[in-house]
């Protein structure tokens, strides 16, 4: 007897083994398009297990694939014939789309729809299906009925995104919405779903919908999150001052926190919208009863106001610092300010020797490994901004020493790389930037990068170094902000090494240098430059994006603007530039989805 049960169960296990093994042929078929491979042994195994749905569908779907439409309709009818099942029902109805058998197919399909009277369970389930089939206004149709037989869910997520498919972008936003009102910890989901069909441009068709609807909820039912919804809608556009009125808004209704207020200064400031940065700022303060959160308000303002300061505005702003530390001291809680003041005498008061005094007295606070570091870092780059290489050479590496494989640490042997790279030491350079390319900061692995490959194709070419070494002085010029000094030199290497491969790279820098004094139509001829003579090196890509922008945003030019983004977006798909320039293509051509 006991023989006998292992016999039987030695074939069960083996058959079991064999329909397992034939599932996996069959399928590997199905993916390589071998349906009539597949098709055989997906008979076979139905034969075995007639009430496997997933076989059923395999085979249905292998003979659409076949055009073999009667054979699909033989399997789903007298499947059906067993149990109307409502999945099927839907499989069937495509089948007949198929043959063009249109009106038949219609029938089926409001037959699986009115399933659900009786049955709302299967709301999700047979929805699905249509959605299977791309027969959204039949899936639409489901999910509103589902509204009226079952209040107590919510189909809107499911609705927004086939309306979403659709094009439909109005109502997508309304179902978008009311899942918001449904479920508000889903809001930032929403965000990322939503975020490709809204633009920059405030009067773009499909940023007024969504806005008129926010402001809409926000009448009837005001809570939080439509107005952290319109603040974010705000941020797309850059109305970093509107979005400012909105959360004003949420922080009175919910006055815990400043982190909120705190991001958009900061983004505001970098989008160099800085009287909306200064703004919020200011509003912190008057709010504020955190030292910390002061200090932090208080330095952002005095960086702000530095921009663009004269000489007169520096002497206040050096008596603002002063006040700063008379009023909260000079302790470990105020060094990011002493950090700031630092850099502030040193760049832009030009007084080094202060700047230097200044931040060793910090040194000798009680203050982390981490701040130490911190305060060193700009010690030795105020060290390069006088030329004194092997002096802050000590400093970084100290750093290095003391903070191994931190992110502060690796920033420390960048600048060791560049300051070697300053001095001429191409060599050493090249060997630390080497170990950066695998950096746990990507910033700093891919400036790494970027300056080796400046190094390594620039060194051989000449074997003085002439051009690398005028390059290299012309980048220590612009460090130390000493601009004309910088395009006279690398107008010198465009004289002087015409020709070689570094004339790209030079009359790249150049063009960034001046843009930055806002010499805009010359830096236009330079990447026009780069354009015409260089268009198969590694630049080519930034130029078109810089010279882009550059159209777009001062030199009044959208449409050539917008030949040079659609050039990136189908010469360049590899490129770090590719996402924005498609969007701001879309932004200019006036399409209603971004």
């Known amino acids: 007897m006991q023989q006998r049960f292992f016999i039987i169960l030695f074939i069960f296990i083996s058959f079991s083994g064999f329909a397992q093994n034939s599932e996996e042929q069959a399928e590997i078929y199905y993916k390589k398009a071998e349906f009539k491979k597949a098709e055989l042994i997906y008979k076979n195994l139905l034969k075995e297990k007639p009430l496997n749905y997933n076989y059923i569908y395999k085979l249905v779907d292998i003979y659409q ?15 059906l014939s067993i149990r109307r099942n409502p999945e099927l029902v839907v499989v069937l109805g495509y089948n007949f789309q198929l043959k063009d058998s249109i009106a038949t197919a219609n029938k089926l399909y409001d037959e699986a729809i009115a399933f659900v009277d009786d049955k709302p369970n299967y709301i999700y389930i047979i929805a699905k299906k249509f959605e299977d089939y791309s027969l959204s206004d039949q899936a639409i149709r489901i999910y509103e009925k589902g509204k009226t037989l079952t209040p107590d869910r919510n189909y809107s997520i499911q609705l927004a995104r086939i309306y979403g498919d659709q094009g439909n972008v109005e109502q997508m936003f309304v179902n978008y919405v009311d899942y918001i009102h449904y479920k508000p910890n889903h809001l930032n989901n929403v965000k990322r779903s939503i975020s490709d069909f809204i633009s920059e441009n405030k009067d773009n068709e499909n940023n007024i919908h969504l806005r008129r609807l926010l402001l809409k909820k926000i009448q009837q039912n005001p809570e939080t999150y439509w107005y952290e919804m319109l603040s974010w809608l705000y941020v797309q556009e850059k109305a970093y001052n509107k979005s400012f009125i909105q959360e004003k808004a949420l922080y009175k209704r919910n006055p815990e926190s400043l982190d909120r207020l705190i991001e958009l200064a900061v983004t505001a400031q970098k989008d160099n919208d800085d009287d909306t940065a200064k703004s919020i700022f200011n509003y912190i303060l008057e709010i504020t009863q955190d030292p910390s959160t002061a200090l932090t308000a208080h330095q952002y303002i005095l960086e702000i106001d530095t921009k663009n300061a004269d000489d007169k505005m520096l ?24 950090l700031a003041y630092g850099k502030f005498l040193a760049f832009n008061q030009k007084d080094t020797e202060a700047a230097t005094t200044f931040l ?13 570091a911190k ?15 092997n002096e802050a050479l000590i400093f970084y590496s100290q750093i290095q020493a003391n903070l191994k494989n931190s992110t502060i640490a690796q920033e420390a042997r960048f600048k060791v790389a560049k300051t070697s790279y300053y001095k001429g030491d191409f060599d050493w350079a090249e060997s630390q930037l080497k170990i950066l390319k695998s950096s746990t900061s990507q910033l700093i692995a891919n400036d790494a990068l970027d300056l080796k490959l400046l190094i390594s194709d620039n060194k051989y070419e000449d074997s003085t170094q002439t051009a690398l070494k005028y390059y290299a002085k012309a980048d220590l010029f ?21 020709g070689e491969s570094i004339t790209d790279q030079a009359l790249y820098q150049q063009a960034k240098l001046y843009e930055k004094k806002k010499q805009y139509t010359k830096a236009e001829a330079n990447y026009q430059v780069i354009i015409k003579d260089y268009g198969e090196d590694i630049l080519i890509d930034d130029t078109l994006y810089y010279l882009a ?34 969007k701001k293509f879309r932004m200019l051509r006036g399409d209603s989805i971004n």
């Open 65 to 79: 694939q076949l055009e073999q439409y009667d054979d699909a309709e033989n399997i789903l009818t007298q499947r």
């Open 315 to 338: 002497k206040q702003i050096d008596e603002t610092y002063n006040n700063l530390f008379t009023e909260f001291g000079k302790s470990e809680l105020t060094l990011p300010l002493q």
């Open 360 to 372: 060793k007295k910090s040194l000798k606070l009680n203050v982390s490994k981490f701040q130490e």
């Open 375 to 389: 305060v060193k870092l700009l010690l030795a780059d105020i060290l390069v901004l006088q030329e004194k290489f």
């Open 478 to 498: 612009s460090f130390q902000n000493k601009i004309d000094d910088a395009i006279s030199l690398l107008d010198k290497i465009l004289e002087e090494h015409k």
């Open 549 to 582: 922008e550059l159209y777009n945003n001062h030199l009044a030019k959208p449409e050539e603007a917008k030949l040079l983004y659609e050039k990136i977006i189908f010469e360049h798909q590899d490129s770090i530039y590719f996402i924005e320039a498609r």
